[in-house]
């Protein structure tokens, strides 16, 4: 028995045939003869599975989803940091062109990845023939990572590519076609996949999400530029498989929000699927952690070398619709979602009237390295974490680091070196609004505790699919349905159980679909599904900071003009989406 095993796929080769293009795919082993067939079935999936770290690093497809939409905006950070080209820029103001580099890296990675899941397919295929009840588990998996990935590429281009061997071209499907496809393969494995491999793979659970998610969008996936149309056999489809999910009794909502995104929230009760970094291998990162955050801002004392980067900041925008829900009350002071206090600043140094980082020696407090860990959520104001000294030695002191206000020392403001990190609300293309301290960032994500050297390597799984949203679905099904009550005691589900501490998110009264819409930020904020969100609730049109655009063509990316260019030779083959 022989079969290619290519884990090196370039972007084109989802679209061609292996033959009909001349790059070429890295070929790791010719033929399975003397590999044990544990090993073959390993050796596929690792590739596909592998991917997903680059198909959804910050600079790829989570910026792409975040920036896109009201949720976050990175502007040319101080005319030093951040322009690229203008890539962010566009994306958020939805003036994007098919040579945009955010989105043809994306489509870029997110195409290697679907050639994966085909190659893994290619290897699986014989060995399940041939009675191996290991390959034949696995390559459910990949077929349900197959139609994982194509919903994210209908959900960004309105495209899936429909291939079901290397030894044909893929072909283009659309609208309507495409659901149908999606629904086929995640159908054909959802009563024969395994149960219990865990959030980092495939899992029944994760098709039943993927389905309720695919039915609930499905109005927006036939017709991308119309008013969705909500069929109520989708709706009950979308409550059918969410139904399956809670009525399993193998999740539960985790009563500490944050615990989602900590280092050990491979084992949490929430989490459906999940991009595992576990193992601490070259690629993993702590990206979704230090993206947001000041770049003068030091983490982990242990780590010399963990900072931000004074990526992308929460909107004004967004940031309103927490202020508007709570009216007086401060957003810090009615949801635990919203912010969780870990750096413990002592009440007598809180006030920094008078101070300065030039002036500021002794208004510090000190913690043992392993017992820091900086506030997270929604960050606003001044933050407090380690300082290096002129040697670029952090500061200590006998029972372990010095905790100080954070000082500027990024960026080319006029509080450079003599000022403090002041996170302002303001953030938008301006000169004002690009300072290095403009805007209020996210802290979503834990520094993991087992990087080395603070940024790089990660223990910290990135959530793909949790059981907060399976009950949301089901809400949103109900109240397009007109169960009101049903859809509020789904949302209250959520809203109430994050009891570690205070303030407990109160019961909503009542709901409808513009707080539905509104929780969905609540809950969901910088994980990738706000544009998503947007589109579904007729929001994506809305004015935001720096965008204005309502053109409802712009809902879906434009197609990478390398991709229409490299397959140019086949007419027709691949369109580019309208609008662009």
Not at 49 to 76: C, M, R, V
Not at 107 to 122: P, Q, Y
Not at 301 to 316: R, V
Request: charged share 25%.
């Amino acid at each position: 028995m022989k079969n290619k095993i290519i884990v090196g796929a370039i972007a084109f080769s989802l679209l061609f045939t292996w033959s009909c293009t001349d790059l070429e795919e890295k070929v790791l082993d010719e033929s399975l003869n003397g590999i044990g067939q544990a090993e073959a079935v390993n050796g596929a999936i690792a590739p596909a599975y592998g991917q997903l770290k680059s198909t959804w690093i910050h600079t790829n497809n989570f910026g792409l989803q975040l920036i896109a939409s009201d949720e976050g905006i990175l502007p040319y950070r101080g005319g030093t940091d951040w322009y690229d080209g203008g890539k962010y820029l566009a994306v958020h103001a939805h003036t994007t062109t098919p040579t945009n580099d955010l989105v043809s890296s994306t489509w870029n990675e997110l195409t290697i990845n679907l050639s994966r899941t085909l190659t893994a397919i290619e290897v699986l295929t014989p060995l399940a023939a041939d009675g191996n009840t290991e390959a034949q588990g696995a390559l459910y998996e990949m077929k349900a990572l197959r139609a994982y990935l194509n919903m994210m590429t209908l959900d960004s281009w309105g495209i899936v590519f429909k291939k079901e061997s290397s030894k044909v071209n893929s072909e283009i499907i659309r609208g309507a076609d495409a659901v149908d496809y999606i629904e086929s393969d995640l159908l054909a494995v959802a009563d024969v996949i395994n149960k219990d491999k865990g959030p980092g793979r495939m899992t029944q659970a994760a098709v039943w999400g993927l389905l309720s998610r695919l039915y609930l969008n499905a109005a927006v996936y036939r017709d991308p530029y119309g008013t969705p149309s909500f069929a109520p056999a989708d709706m009950d489809k979308v409550i059918k498989y969410t139904d399956n999910i809670v009525n399993s009794g193998k999740f539960s909502l985790s009563p500490e929000y944050f615990d989602l995104f900590d280092d050990n929230n491979n084992s949490n009760k929430e989490v459906i699927f999940a991009l595992d970094q576990r193992g601490v291998i070259k690629e993993e990162h702590n990206r979704w952690a230090y993206w947001s955050i000041p770049g003068s801002m030091f983490p982990r004392p242990e780590s010399i070398d963990a900072d931000g980067t004074d990526g992308p900041a929460i909107t004004s925008d967004f940031y309103q619709t927490w202020v508007d829900a709570y009216g007086s009350v401060d957003p810090a002071d009615a949801d635990s979602r919203f912010y969780k206090n870990n750096a413990k600043v002592p009440d007598n140094l809180k006030d920094l009237t008078g101070f300065s980082p030039l002036n500021d020696e002794n208004h510090y407090y000190c913690v043992k390295a392993e017992d820091f860990e900086i506030d997270r959520g929604i960050m606003r104001g001044i933050p407090w974490a380690a300082r290096k000294d002129a040697n670029g030695a952090f500061y200590k002191c006998d029972t372990g680091y010095r905790i100080y206000p954070v000082k500027q020392i990024k960026g080319n403001g006029p509080d450079k070196n003599v000022g403090y990190v002041n996170l302002t609300l303001k953030v938008d293309f301006t000169k004002e609004g690009s300072m290095h301290y403009s805007g209020y960032r996210v802290s979503k994500y834990q520094f993991s505790h087992t990087s080395p050297d603070g940024n790089n390597f990660s223990s910290v799984d990135m959530v793909l699919l949790r059981y907060a949203e399976i009950l949301m679905m089901r809400a949103e099904a109900k109240l397009r349905k007109g169960d009101s009550a049903g859809a509020l005691a789904d949302m209250n589900t959520v809203r109430t159980s994050r009891t570690a501490r205070a303030p407990i998110p109160a019961a909503l009264p009542a709901i409808n679909l513009d707080i539905l819409y509104r929780e969905y930020g609540f809950e969901f904020y910088w994980e990738g599904l706000r544009r998503n969100t947007q589109i579904r609730f007729s929001h994506f049109e809305d004015k935001w900071t720096e965008k204005t655009d309502t053109d409802v063509r712009k809902r879906l990316f434009p197609i990478p003009q390398k991709a229409i260019d490299g397959a140019s030779n086949t007419p027709g083959y691949l369109v580019q989406n309208e609008g662009y």
